[in-house]
T-cell receptor, first 113, second 111 residues
Framework: NAGVTQTPKFQVLKTGQSMTLQCAQD?????MYWYRQDPGMGLRLIYY???????DKGEVPNGYNVSRLNKREFSLRLESAAPSQTSVYFC????????????FGPGTRLLVL | DAKTTQPPSMDCAEGRAANLPCNHS???????VYWYRQIHSQGPQYIIH???NNETNEMASLIITEDRKSSTLILPHATLRDTAVYYC????????????FGDGTTLTVKP
């Protein structure tokens, strides 16, 4: 039981490049979330998926898109990366729809030059 | 969602109890108090949550005042591995779509 896994662990992009961050959970959880954490700051919610087939915007959705591919997987896409998107990205899941008890992945460190 | 206030930092001696306070004076009747922690560079880890009764699990105890305007997370015997940022969140249990973690309290456990 791996919990929540994220790939890649670290990525460097040039401004304007695109990439997709992958997240998967093997706990049969209904809801999944994407957060970003800037240096020295708390986490901010980007997008979430209350259940398979649904997605909703969080606090800071601009510049991102998401796909809930199936119950296990929730991906985050940056279409045209900007230096302001340099951050650590965390994926999380929760057992019941949009329940606060969340389980987090190890994070993806993204640097946009 | 109710706003929370936590001290930015605290120290604790190894082996002693760490008591982390959180003020949430505008909490509503259906809002829970949640605690997470984030050890350096790792993803946040759920610790405990409660509505109005005190709660205890293998990691910590949560004491909520009778008026529910504040709470305290207690780590009974702090170890060096408990050094982390601790986040207090107040939210309706089914409204995680509003999730945003504040700045938290940086707890440093010293030998």
């Amino acid at each position: 039981n791996a919990g929540v896994t994220q790939t890649p662990k670290f990525q460097v992009l040039k401004t304007g490049q695109s990439m997709t961050l992958q997240c998967a959970q093997d706990m049969n959880h209904n809801s999944m979330y994407w957060y970003r954490q800037d240096p020295g700051m708390g986490l901010r919610l980007i997008y979430y998926s209350a259940s398979e087939g649904t997605t909703d915007k969080g606090e800071v959705p601009n510049g991102y898109n998401v796909s809930r591919l199936n119950k296990r997987e929730f991906s985050l896409r940056l279409e045209s990366a900007a230096p302001s998107q340099t951050s650590v990205y965390f994926c999380a899941s929760s057992p019941r729809p949009i329940q606060e008890t969340q389980y987090f992945g190890p994070g993806t460190r993204l640097l946009v030059l | 969602d109710a706003k929370t206030t936590q001290p930015p930092s605290m120290d604790c001696a190894e082996g002693r109890a760490a008591n982390l306070p959180c003020n949430h004076s505008t909490i509503s009747g259906n809002e829970y108090v949640y605690w997470y922690r984030q050890i350096h560079s790792q993803g946040p880890q759920y610790i405990i949550h409660g509505l109005k009764n005190n709660e205890t699990n293998e990691m910590a105890s949560l004491i909520i005042t009778e008026d529910r305007k504040s709470s305290t997370l207690i780590l009974p015997h702090a170890t060096l591995r408990d050094t982390a940022v601790y986040y207090c969140i107040v939210r309706v249990n089914t409204n995680a779509g509003k999730s945003t973690f504040g700045d938290g309290t940086t707890l440093t456990v010293k030998p």
